[in-house]
């Protein structure tokens, strides 16, 4: 957000009206210069560009305050109808797309105060009473933050609704789970969804935990060091739906920990969903051909005409680096600023309407393509089956049936299956005596336990893949998310 030196935005004594925007000097600071910047330093110096889109904020703020220093009898209550009614023409205009905006005006502060003085001429100059740029536009941003993440949680809620809709839908569905990318015991398709579910439900604790955490309002606390005015800090927090002011000035104008902290989350919430569409990508191409992207979500080649690209998918994955590149931006511009503001402050707000934004879209188009997705069942049954996948199953038996210390049980299955590589077949293909011939231990009922079907539905621990435990998952957080 763009903004001053910290020692340039003095408290208003109330009684100016607002400089006209132009000229040689800066309408809002402009007393203490003869002259104006250069060219190039009004436009490193500006942030109307992206700042802008905290108008609605800035209008919020700037209502709180006037209706505070009208109940305090630091306003006349006629300056303080103007201004309301000033402010409501000032958010009409922006809405509906007719409101000015001037390179010389740096920020959307000096914007909105500007075309106030326009519209109700003296009063508006009364607005900026004990009020700084620094603790406006802290306040601004924490309400901007505030809202966006009551955006994300209803993205993020809905992807989760759309995971716990597929994943009831194939809690039976087998698939092969994995371990270093190789096949290691079967799981269910449910299952697999409802590992993400939970994720992305950390990722709503997430979101919850930031929202309560810069739910403090910084308003009132001036340039730093606070105001003589005797202002209701209590009542503008209430006003804007602030748990409590903010307790100490100097913290209130210079804390960016709340940026930082919805960064953090929307890099790990990226990261969880780069790696879902990685797993899509992955399960799309006819080496697995476990799933088909809907037409909607997949896009062509221009030269080779059988290929179907899972280009929502890899976008997902590769706007995590974006995200992820936003937070590392905002550390950067924080970690060596003495107290209070700095101009270097002015950098916070790009990233995290960046972040914001790329959220908007892969949260969304990740709840579409899993919708939309169509499964080859049968082709992720057989792979469940490849690769030995139930070799623990039968280790797992040898314990429970014979009494085998697991150890024990591992290595001799570890030589069932060198010797099914050897006759290259798979486990359930070997004879009982092909068993015996490593350990008598085994009987009949060993083959039981070697199918896939059987291997899920047996995995009955809490939190396991078997079937009737998915079922059981989505219905707790079916009744959990309300």
Not at 253 to 279: C, K, M, N, P, T
Not at 442 to 457: I, R, T
Request: aromatic share 6%.
């Amino acid at each position: 957000m763009a903004r001053k030196r910290p020692d340039k935005d003095a408290e208003s004594g109330g009684s100016a009206p607002a400089a006209p925007v132009g000229g040689s000097a800066n309408a809002l600071w402009g007393g203490r210069f003869t002259g104006g910047p250069a060219e190039i330093m009004a436009r490193i110096n500006a942030s109307i560009d992206f700042d802008k889109r905290l108008y609605a904020q800035d209008i919020a703020g700037s209502r709180a305050h006037c209706n505070m220093l009208v109940a305090q009898g630091i306003l006349k209550a006629e300056d303080g109808h103007e201004i309301l009614k000033g402010l409501d023409q000032v958010e009409r205009e922006i809405e509906a797309g007719s409101f000015s905006y001037s390179a010389a005006r740096e920020d959307i502060h000096m914007h909105v105060e500007a075309r106030l003085a326009e519209l109700i001429g003296e009063a508006a100059g009364r607005l900026h009473t004990a009020r700084s740029r620094n603790d406006q536009v802290a306040t601004d941003f924490r309400l901007w933050v505030r809202d966006a993440l009551d955006r994300l949680d209803a993205d993020v809620l809905a992807l989760q609704r759309a995971l716990l809709d597929r994943a009831e839908a194939e809690a039976g569905t087998v698939m092969p789970g994995f371990t270093h990318l190789q096949s290691a015991q079967p799981v269910t398709f449910g299952h697999h969804l409802m590992a993400y579910v939970e994720m992305l439900e950390r990722d709503r604790g997430r979101i919850a935990d930031c929202r309560k955490r810069l739910n403090e309002c910084p308003l009132g606390a001036a340039a730093l060091a606070g105001t003589s005015f005797p202002i209701d800090r209590e009542e503008t927090a209430r006003a804007l739906g602030f748990a409590r002011p903010m307790r100490n000035s100097l913290d209130a104008v210079s804390a960016r920990d709340f940026a930082l902290e919805y960064l953090g989350q929307a890099a790990i919430l990226s990261v969880h969903l780069s790696r879902l569409a990685e797993e899509l990508v992955l399960w799309a191409t006819p080496q697995f051909g476990f799933v088909r992207l809907s037409d909607a979500f997949s896009t062509g080649s221009s030269i080779m005409p059988q290929k179907r690209n899972p280009d929502a998918a890899e976008l997902v994955r590769a706007k995590a680096g974006r995200v992820i590149g936003d937070l590392n931006a905002l550390l950067v511009v924080m970690k060596g600023l003495p107290l209070t503001y700095s101009k270097d402050m002015q950098e916070d707000k790009e990233p995290v309407f960046e972040a914001a934004d790329t959220l908007a879209l892969t949260v969304p188009a990740m709840a579409g393509m899993i919708r939309d997705l169509r499964l080859d069942r049968e082709a992720m049954a057989r792979a469940a089956g490849a690769g030995y996948a139930t070799a623990t199953d039968l280790a797992d038996w040898l314990v429970r049936t014979q009494g085998l210390p697991f150890r024990e049980a591992h290595h001799l299955t570890g030589r069932v299956v060198r010797l099914a590589e050897e006759r290259q077949c798979e486990l359930a293909e070997l004879s009982l005596e092909d068993l015996q011939s490593i350990a008598p231990a085994f009987n009949a009922d060993a083959f039981e336990v070697l199918s896939v079907a059987q291997s899920v539905q047996s995995r009955v621990s809490l939190g396991g893949t078997a079937p009737e435990n998915v079922r059981a998952a989505v219905k707790a957080m079916r009744e959990r998310l309300g």
